[in-house]
């Protein structure tokens, strides 16, 4: 089935530094979520995207969809302590209104340097 | 306060035991669905309902079984016949149709051995 490569897998943050991942596709998608799952926990939604070039920022947060709407890229500026955790990407291939589930890729994990 | 709310949040059965997992949203969302974590992956897709007394296999669906019978309830049972059951359940929510924004439960760990 369709996959959504996320990277990198994991990365390590030193408090203030700003952190940057993505997550790309070999289809073209039409909406783009990022979501944040600390451990034993549900994802939490950050930010969705729906148009090709939109960027949003949610905080410190930043996201935006790919022009080529193939991929998406997530940046947090100024990180912190509790940013620490799995950012994941998710994606939907069909319009709104129709039939179409999510596509999650496999995580970042955002651990801090020891 | 609006939310989802899963029971119980650990869950421990012997093989060969059939075991339901709890899901209720008072969000008055018409979708929820089913999702499976292992560690290091994506979250696959179980079941899916659009709308009550209706649902659809995901990508996952072997061993698995569910029922959509109140708006707020989306129950899955995990039965004897799937071959790897333990694993982080999550149930999700969203407002309905063409509306990609799923809202995550605190999910259920299962534990069977």
């Known amino acids: 089935g369709q996959q959504l490569n996320q990277s990198p897998q994991s990365m390590f943050i030193q408090e203030g530094e700003d952190v940057s991942m993505n997550c790309t596709s070999s289809?073209?998608?039409?909406?783009w979520l990022w979501y944040k799952q600390d451990p034993g926990e549900g994802p939490v939604l950050l930010i969705a995207l729906y148009k090709a070039g939109e960027l949003t920022s949610n905080g410190r947060l930043t996201a935006q969809f790919g022009i080529t709407r193939k991929d998406s890229f997530l940046n947090i500026s100024a990180s912190i302590p509790s940013d620490v955790g799995i950012y994941f990407c998710?994606?939907?291939?069909?319009?709104?209104?129709?039939?179409?589930?999510?596509?999650f890729g496999k995580g970042t994990k955002l651990s801090v340097k020891p | 306060d609006g939310g989802i709310t899963q029971s119980p949040k650990y869950l421990f059965r012997k093989e060969g035991q059939n075991v339901t997992l709890s899901c209720e949203q008072n969000?008055?969302?018409?979708?929820m669905y089913w999702y499976r974590q292992d560690p290091g992956q994506g979250l696959r897709l179980i079941y899916y309902s659009q709308i009550v007394n209706d649902f659809q296999k995901g990508d996952i669906a072997e061993g698995y079984s569910v029922s959509r019978e109140k708006k707020e309830s989306f129950p899955l049972t995990v039965t004897s016949a799937q071959k790897n059951p333990t694993a982080f359940y999550l149930c999700?929510?969203?407002?309905?149709?063409?509306?990609?924004?799923?809202?995550f439960g605190p999910g259920t760990r299962l534990t069977v051995t």
């Open positions: 969000l008055n969302h018409d979708a």
């Open positions: 998710a994606g939907n291939m069909n319009y709104g209104g129709s039939q179409g589930n999510l596509i």
């Open positions: 999700a929510s969203s407002h309905g149709l063409g509306d990609y924004e799923q809202y």
């Open positions: 289809s073209i998608f039409n909406t």
